[in-house]
């Protein structure tokens, strides 16, 4: 028997992913893009945003998503985590643009594809660094296609 998302929607997951992510895996939405010559992958734990960008967006995340997704990010009946294991466990081997389409494609719920490239990848900063990962000195580009090069990984590779 398919596992339920617990969302309140039913649909079957693969594992822990989300539903979205499971359809968008199975039908080919969420490709990586191909790294071109000299360029190498980003990982989350390189200090891919800047502690300026996360503050500015933890002030739109409240005012646009803790009624969803909580004041923690921990999730609530109606929207998952953002934050935690759960969260980590749904997103962890993907790139931070597979996220960050989701959340422009989905987000608000009121008003889907209304959020600006600058407000999602503000909101995106944020999500990292509630989830501990280290800030940069620069700001989490707004280009999906950058963004499609920052893998988000649960745990820290060794270096």
């Known amino acids: 028997m398919p596992a ?3 969302y309140g929607h039913g649909y079957a997951t693969i594992g822990n992913m989300t539903p979205w992510l499971a359809a968008a895996l199975l039908i080919g939405l969420v490709v990586a893009a191909p790294l071109r010559p000299g360029e190498t992958q980003r990982s989350v734990w390189d200090g891919v945003y800047s502690g300026e960008q996360a503050r500015r ?3 739109l995340y409240t005012k646009q998503c803790v ?3 909580g004041s ?3 999730g609530t009946h109606a ?3 953002l934050a935690g294991a759960g969260f980590l466990s749904a997103w962890s081997g993907l790139t931070v643009g597979d996220l960050f389409e989701r ?3 989905s987000m608000p719920p009121d008003k889907p594809s209304s959020l600006s490239r600058e407000a999602g990848a503000r909101i995106m900063a944020y999500i990292l660094q509630a989830n501990d990962f280290p800030a940069g000195k620069t700001d989490l580009p707004q280009s999906t296609d950058a963004l499609q090069r920052i893998r988000l990984e649960a745990i820290k590779p060794n270096e």
Do not use: D, M, N
């Open 72 to 74: 923690a990010l921990q």
């Open 79 to 81: 929207a998952p985590p």
């Open 57 to 59: 967006g933890q002030e």
């Open 67 to 69: 009624g969803c997704h």
């Open 4 to 6: 339920t998302s617990g």
């Open 103 to 105: 959340v422009r494609a």
